[in-house]
C-alpha cells in the first residue's frame, strides 16, 4: 500500500497550522510531482501533487527561539495562545510569559492539511513568494500579489526555499487521517478515500466484510467500518509516529 505521505514540523509550528494561523511551510524544494518545474531538485521523499492531502507531524522537539520569555501585548504570544499553548507569567511581577512546552503533544501525527501549491521563495516570474525590504512578505500567484506579511515569524523565507500553500487543515480530533471519516461519520465506500495509487486508481471497499489489502479498513456492512486509525469512529487523538526527514509514508 502507498501510505499517507506525511511532513514532520517542530512545534509550534504545526499548531499553529491548525490554528488556522500558518498557511506555509517552507521546505528546501518542492516535493517531488506535479508541482516541481524540471531541473529543480526536489524535497526527499514521497510524491506529493498539486491539491494531495498530506499528513501533518509533530516532531520531537520545539523550533528554537519559541521557548522564551514574552511581553504582554506581544502577537507571538497572543499565536501560541490560539494554538492553545499554556502559558505562564513570571512571579516577579515583570509582565513577562513563557510558554510551557509540555503543552503541545510532540512526535504525534496531528492531522491533515491540502497543499494547493509549492511556488519560489526569492525573485522569479510566475508564481512566487517576496520578501521585502521594510519587513514584508508578498505571494504573487495567479496574476495577482497578496500580502501576507503576518507569515514572517512561522517560516524561513530565504531566496532559493520553496514555500508550500497549505489549506484545509483538520485535526485528528475532527477527522481521522487514515480512513478520513469526516465529523458525521458519512464515509463513502465506493473506494479507498487516502490511499491512491500511482495509476490513479483506488482500492474498492464495494463487498460486505471485506478488507482493503491498500489501506486495511474493513468494512462490516450497512455502512459500517473498522479503522485500525480510529477503529471506526472517524475521528481520534493525536496519533504516536515516529518523523521522518522530508515526505514520509505514514501508516497506522
Not at 528546501?28 to 521523499?45: F, I, K, S, Y
Not at 512571579?91 to 491540502?114: I, M, Y
Not at 464515509?187 to 489501506?215: F, K, L
Request: with cysteine; glycine share 12%.
Amino acid at each position: 500500500m502507498t501510505g499517507l505521505p506525511t511532513i514532520s514540523i517542530k512545534q509550534p509550528y504545526p499548531a499553529l497550522i491548525f490554528a488556522g494561523i500558518k498557511t506555509l511551510e517552507t521546505r528546501t524544494g518542492p516535493p517531488a510531482g506535479d508541482m516541481r518545474p524540471p531541473g529543480v531538485r526536489p524535497e526527499p521523499g514521497l510524491t506529493v501533487n498539486r491539491g494531495d492531502w498530506v499528513g501533518i507531524h509533530a516532531g520531537a522537539q520545539w523550533a528554537p527561539g519559541w521557548c522564551r520569555w514574552y511581553d504582554d501585548g506581544d502577537p507571538l504570544l497572543d499565536a501560541l495562545v490560539t494554538a492553545h499553548a499554556d502559558v505562564y507569567e513570571d512571579v516577579n511581577g515583570s509582565h513577562s510569559w513563557k510558554v510551557d512546552r509540555r503543552s503541545l503533544p510532540l512526535g504525534v501525527l496531528l492531522g491533515v492539511a491540502q497543499v494547493v501549491d509549492a511556488v519560489p521563495i526569492g525573485l522569479h516570474q510566475g508564481d512566487h513568494v517576496r520578501p521585502c525590504i521594510g519587513g514584508e512578505l508578498w505571494l504573487y500567484r495567479g496574476g495577482e500579489a497578496t500580502d501576507i506579511s503576518d507569515q514572517l515569524p512561522y517560516g524561513i523565507f530565504t531566496p532559493g526555499r520553496w514555500a508550500l500553500l497549505l489549506a484545509n487543515p483538520t485535526p485528528t480530533t475532527v477527522r481521522c487521517p487514515w480512513c478520513l471519516g469526516p465529523e458525521n461519520n458519512a464515509i463513502e465506500e465506493s473506494q479507498c478515500p487516502v490511499s491512491q495509487r500511482d495509476d490513479g486508481q483506488h482500492c474498492n471497499h464495494a463487498m460486505t466484510h471485506d478488507v482493503c489489502h491498500w489501506c486495511n479498513v474493513e468494512w462490516l456492512g450497512d455502512g459500517e467500518w473498522f479503522c485500525p486509525a480510529c477503529e471506526g469512529v472517524g475521528h481520534c487523538p493525536p496519533i504516536p509516529a515516529i518523523g521522518k526527514l522530508g515526505f514520509w509514508r505514514w501508516t497506522p
